[in-house]
């Protein structure tokens, strides 16, 4: 029996998430009394993988075909599901991330295994096996029971904190068998996003709305985001507008982000904008308008000109930055 | 081209959720019920390429009882040709994806389309669940969808870029953020809707299948405490907070 975590790696390297998923695996394995083995796929060297041993995994699987540096939900789905069978897994856990949304679905219809999706915490118990998830755009929580053998839980970023606990990690090298129709629909390019904090990964964003007034006013945006070392996001507006790219569009229809810090700048906070931000620990609303609906879900709030507003605020961040 | 496109019968996004039944139950007392925003989305990206010349016909499918008939019929008036409705309560989304796939299989469709998550219970797995069903690719959460010359173009967004796809055969899709890049409403008018009565909508029984999971509990978020307000003369203080009180700088 064991706890199997799929532990992306990009290019190599494993980003925080992915320690806090191996953290969340270990606290389940230690409920069922059982191991934590990672799975990962494609050029990683040994010592890099071992660092998962640091968080708890006792052994890491290195899937090696060639074939998985193109992604497809099929081919990993398939690879995975072989190693979920050799290591007689209980429990699979992924990232509530573009990967685990592609692979975990297909896994849940291969083992048969029910599936939470968006999982928010540890499972309540393991007996019956139970897991709270967020439901309604993060307005609800459900505790939804697993009544299969075989459990599968995608957690959401950034909802469980990483903790050491180190083992000896050992790697094994693990060569799957590729289903022949795995890549009907083959990836024939990749365009990088670039160096940029993506919104999701952000433990900070600085976010400007439509009352920043023009693509622009933005400088003093990506001034704060610098000195706080935050990503930058945006409300559905200013994305259709143009004036920031849709990768930036965080609400219902664009990203669900749950960073530390959340600073609404010129957003008035329409239901669609806060059921993508409201996962976020604290929120901070900078508004002309008193009114303004984010004031009732923000916990620290200014009310004023942000053109008058956010370069003092910068200015006091500086001051904040250089004393600490 | 034959498009099967999942229609999510779905709470609007401004109810006020409630429980009933010892909070086992979603209370529907005073909801109203859309299109989930997703669906929509992909819907009216399937308009948009019909109306740019290609040839497609377009299928929904809904795993529902009759009260999510007003729901199909709306997406009939946006556009759509005719309508599967499979008689069942969504039990969850194994049961849903497996009631879907049959429709694939009773049918001559080309490929399926979802939106890339559901805003009810916020699940985002029914593409690949039907495509695996079915042993079909699945192109989860895709940021751009097109037809060119007859051919399908699509990417997909994956952490830290995007994978630009070669598709070819039966294939299942999920709509994300970039699918419709201009997404402009489809209101429909009264005679989208007049003609919509009119449009097949058929209803079939479900096939064998169980549900995985069950919710057995819900909880509504600890209230948050007000909003604490600085004044703007002074955002040291609010840098003390932030610092200090809520510790995140």
New interface residues.
Partial sequence: MAVLIYT?N?DGKFKKSVFELVTYGKSVADMLGTDVVAVTTGNIDDNTAKELGKYGASKIVKITNSELND????AY?SAIEQVAKNTDAEVIVFG????G??????L???L???????AVALPSSTSPF?V?????????????????DKKIISLNQNSYKTEENPVDAGVEEFTAEIPA??Y??????????GGKL?V?DAE?LVSGGRGLKGPENWGMIEEMAEI?GAGTSCSRPVSDLGWRP?SE?VG????VVAP??YIAVGISGA??HL?GVNGS??M??INTDPDAPF???????????AF??VP??N???K??KAE? | MKALICIGHVPDTTSKIKFTDNDTKFDTTDIKYIIGPYEELALTRLLDLRDAGNEMHITTVTVGLQDTEPTIRKALAMGADDAVRVNAEPLDDYYVAKQIAEVFKNGDYDFIVTGKESIDHNGSRLDGMIAEFLDLPSISGASKFDIDNGKIKAEQEIEGGTLVLDVSGKFVISAGKGFCPEPEPRIPNMRGIMTARKKPLQVTEPAEAEALTETVKYHLPEPKPACKMIDPENPEELVKLLHEEAKVI
């Avoid at chain 1, 992604?71 to 099929?74: D, I, L, V």
């Fill in positions: 992306q990009y992604f497809s939900a099929q789905a509530n991330n573009p990967h949304r592609a692979i975990a679905p297909r849940s219809v291969k048969t295994a029910g599936f939470v999706a968006g139970t709270r998830k967020r439901v309604y755009s993060g307005k609800a929580f459900a505790d939804v029971l697993i009544k299969t129709n795995a009907a629909v083959k990836p024939v390019e990749v365009i990088k996003s993506s999701t900070i706080l849709h569009h219902q229809t664009g990203k530390n810090l239901i669609q059921a620990k604290v901070v609303c004031f009732e879900a923000a916990d620290y709030g200014i009310i004023g000109d008058e507003v003092k605020l200015e006091a961040f001051k904040f600490n």
